[in-house]
């Protein structure tokens, strides 16, 4: 559609547009070239000057989606298609079978035939295909209390945790079976229906208000299960809570206050739209603003914008032979066409006068569609690969791990964000301290609720609430809790306080105090508010919280101050484990056989919520001595970031080494494992691509191999494996001075200039805006909508980004 049209490499089918065509021809010698062109024109007026009678165009040969803001009764399409041979610019029209060699014209055919791989599917024409299961209506589910968490699920009979199956009898949950790639499963659904006859399985991760993949094993295929919500509900899944759309919820009970979304999108407001560079809409892509919102607050920075646009030719010049494949090339292509003003342009005044006079004043925004870009940052990705709402701080993370895994040479953008927290652990019996260092990318601000000036109000709606869910009635509107921020930033720094508002259950002493302060103040403060929680019985809810977030925030009293006078440091080993005297082991000051794990404590942890594999090393790191202290455990390690990962032991001789990590004890030593390097030298690699390829993802083997591919560049020049020598990894815990370009320490004075709002109960539902101030006026993006703001709701935000100011 655009002016140059698209120009498809016949060698390569890749498709680049008239700017950048050339470029490919001189790096890859490919030159022939067809050039696809669709012309938009308004229909020619009858003689009463109405448009004339509607027919088919039988010039639109092209499988392409049509602007849906050109009325087509007043507008009709052609396409053109020709060959084009460079350097010479010569041009073939097509169809013309009489100088084409007969391959050629077979191509050109399959080239014009092909569908589009972005037309949207229509969902409902495959779930109307499947057999309602036999088994479905006198479905057996055994009495057996078993209770499904929301997250941290694992195979009962190996160490997966993909491609999981709820058995909708027992609720057992299993892994699947291989597919034709070598992937997905060891097939232990398929061996419990073969040994207990149980016919029916739901995919975890499938499920919605709308449905879920649901496989009977007897009938070996995939079924419909019409009484799905019922069988769920048997293992405490409420599957109308599940998830919502992208403007709302699904469910008719409980809904988000319809003022939240008038005020966040600033809704009767007469918004002024803005164009130009930085001003650039992106379309959504059914349920994409959380992508959005990032991205538009991403390439507002300066350190984004360089490293990525302003390295263009470079970056466009040596990316790889399908620069569809290369992160960089994707971040370039998206930043450019968001910072160029090329795809942000207003309407000419001849089309504004033609538009007031026809009383349709409505200046069109179409923005530009990151497909491409989410197709690639979403690979393998079970959630953003996904046409789920997703949460943008997620995201957001996912995002600065891959820019990390793909720096430019020795510049790194995302190092803007990267600070080091200081973690004080004291011990509640010895009065003993630990102090510990770790790296984070943002700061997570919980919601001080007993700080709220409406508390007695909040206290009475959760009352409402939950005698509306018995009684299934709508709920009456919440008043807004205000929140002050300084509660907030207390409650960042000073003990968690582990009282639920929401539940009034859980009161515990915990086995250690901990508190957090900043090692390093970042260039940049990614703020997130945590407004959102996940209730045992999977219902997503969000506290319906105001904060009064400040334009200038000063952090400078949150600066660690290290090991104070008078405080004795605990000793630098995992504590003592005291085993019962009736412990069949009898390990004295040992951890136990992971294998003996009494898993009726660890699922009475699961109902609670929390992750399962959390709940196996709570109780685990306590000696098997019940729910209660393995609670306390979680309580002292639930921010850590490995606190939902497996428990991994290499055996007791591991032990020691295992549990002293999970109190910070851990090396610096930045070696890549010898048994995976010679993996990957085995397949014919440089041990140094090795190496670089194994710090570069944490050795993670699997991601090592995608990363060497997406690399082919790479050369085993002397400076370059020295630099790498001396690099640290992204990802492991450093005991050292915040000093050197990973740590970009300063003032703790900051000025805000974005911030991400959201609507809706759940970060899996609802819908994301971004506000950003840009030249002294805050700008409303909402998807390809870009306008000048009149109120940003400031109080409202989910996620806040400041910039240091320079002291």
């Known amino acids: 559609n655009s002016e140059g049209g698209l120009y498809v490499c016949m060698n390569t089918f890749l498709a680049f547009g008239r700017e950048h065509v050339e470029r490919h021809f001189r790096k890859t010698g490919q030159s022939v070239y067809m050039h696809l062109k669709r012309h938009v024109r308004e229909k020619v007026k009858g003689a009463s000057g109405g448009a004339l009678p509607k027919r088919r165009n039988s010039k639109i040969f092209l499988d392409l989606d049509t602007d849906d803001d050109l009325n087509s009764d007043d507008y009709e399409y052609e396409d053109e298609a020709k060959l084009v041979i460079f350097p010479d610019h010569y041009e ?47 479905l057996t589910q055994l009495d057996n209390g078993v209770r499904i968490p929301p997250s941290g699920w694992k195979c009962a009979r190996c ?16 892994c699947g079976k291989w597919f034709f790639d070598s992937s997905g499963g060891n097939g232990h659904a398929l061996e419990h229906y073969r040994d207990m006859g149980y016919p029916l399985a739901v995919k975890l991760g499938t499920i919605t208000p709308d449905g879920a993949d649901v496989y009977s094993f007897q009938e070996e295929e995939p079924v419909l299960d019409p009484h799905l919500a019922k069988h769920l509900a048997h293992f405490g899944i409420d599957m109308l809570h599940m998830h919502g759309t992208e403007n709302g919820l699904r469910d008719n009970d409980i809904k988000p206050r319809v003022s939240e979304w008038e005020v966040i999108q600033e809704t009767g407001t007469k918004l002024k739209p803005m164009y130009g560079p930085g001003y650039t809409g992106l379309k959504n892509l059914g349920n994409s603003c959380y992508l959005s919102s990032v991205m538009q607050a991403i390439f507002s920075i300066p350190e984004f914008q360089r490293a990525y646009v302003g390295n263009l030719p470079r970056i466009f010049d040596y990316s790889p032979l399908d620069p569809t494949q290369d992160f960089n090339t994707q971040m370039t292509k998206l930043g450019h066409g968001l910072l160029s003003g090329q795809y942000s342009k207003p309407p000419v005044k001849s089309e504004l006068i033609e538009q007031v006079m026809k009383e349709e004043h409505k200046p069109q925004q179409n923005g530009i569609s990151p497909r491409m870009f989410k197709a690639f940052v979403s690979k393998s990705h079970p959630e953003f690969s996904s046409n789920r709402q997703q949460d943008a701080q997620e995201f957001f993370l996912h995002l600065v791990n891959l820019v990390e895994r793909n720096r430019i040479g020795s510049e790194n953008p995302s190092d803007v964000f990267r600070f080091l927290v200081e973690e004080r652990i004291q011990c509640c019996q010895t009065r003993k301290v630990r102090y510990t260092e770790r790296v984070d990318y943002l700061m997570q601000l919980p919601v001080a609720m007993e700080a709220a000036t409406n508390k007695d109000e909040l ?12 009684n299934r009635r709508p709920l009456p509107e919440l008043v807004r809790a205000k929140i002050p921020f300084s509660a907030c930033l207390q409650a960042f720094s000073e003990p968690e306080n582990v009282d639920d508002f929401w539940s009034s259950a859980l009161q515990a002493k915990s086995a250690g105090v901990k508190t957090s302060r900043f090692a390093s103040f970042p260039e940049y403060l990614v703020v997130q508010i945590k407004k959102f929680t996940f209730g045992l019985d999977w219902v997503p809810k969000k506290f319906d919280v105001s904060i009064d977030m400040p334009d200038l925030l000063d952090i400078s009293h949150l600066r660690a ?38 898993e ?10 929390f992750p399962l594999e959390a709940c196996r090393k709570a109780v685990y790191f306590t000696g098997n001595m019940g729910a209660e202290v393995a609670f306390n455990w979680i309580i002292v390690h639930m921010e850590e970031p490995d606190f939902a990962e497996p428990l991994t032991m290499s055996g007791y001789g591991g032990a020691a080494s295992a549990g002293a990590s999970i109190f910070g004890a851990t090396g610096l030593d930045n070696q890549p494992p010898e048994e995976i390097v010679a993996i990957i030298t085995s397949m014919g690699f440089h041990r140094n691509q090795a190496v670089q390829a194994l710090r570069a993802t944490n050795s993670n083997l699997e991601r090592a191999l995608d990363w060497i591919f997406s690399h082919p560049e790479f050369e085993e020049d002397s400076d370059f494996v020295i630099e790498m020598e001396n690099n640290a990894n992204a990802n492991i815990i450093s ?14 004075m900051y000025e805000l200039f974005a911030f991400i709002s959201h609507m809706g109960t759940s970060t899996m539902s609802g819908h994301y805006v971004c506000h950003i101030k840009k030249e002294g006026r805050w700008v409303i993006y909402n998807d390809h909508k870009v306008c000048a703001s009149e109120r940003p709701p400031k109080d409202l935000g989910y996620m806040y980004f400041y910039r240091r100011i320079p002291s």
Do not use: F, H
């Open 459 to 470: 206290i009475a709606y959760e009352l409402t609430r939950r005698e509306a869910e018995a």
């Open 561 to 598: 101050r290290g090991l104070q006078p008078g405080e004795e440091e605990l000793p630098d080993i995992s504590p003592p484990i005291v085993i019962p005297d009736d412990s069949k082991d009898r390990l004295m000051n040992q951890l136990i056989d992971p294998s003996d794990i009494d």
């Open 600 to 609: 009726s404590s660890v699922m009475q942890l699961a109902e609670m919520g």
């Open 735 to 748: 005991e050292a001075k915040p000093e050197g370009p990973r740590v970009k320490d300063g003032s703790g």
């Open 159 to 174: 160490d997966l945790r993909e491609n999981l199956w709820l058995n909708l009898t027992d609720g057992s949950v299993l």
């Open 92 to 138: 073939i029209a097509l169809p013309n079978i009489e100088e084409l060699p007969a391959l050629v014209t077979i191509a050109c055919d399959a080239v014009l035939s092909s569908k589009s791989p972005y037309r949207k599917q229509d969902p409902d024409t495959w779930e109307s295909e499947l057999p309602v299961s036999k088994y479905a209506n006198n």
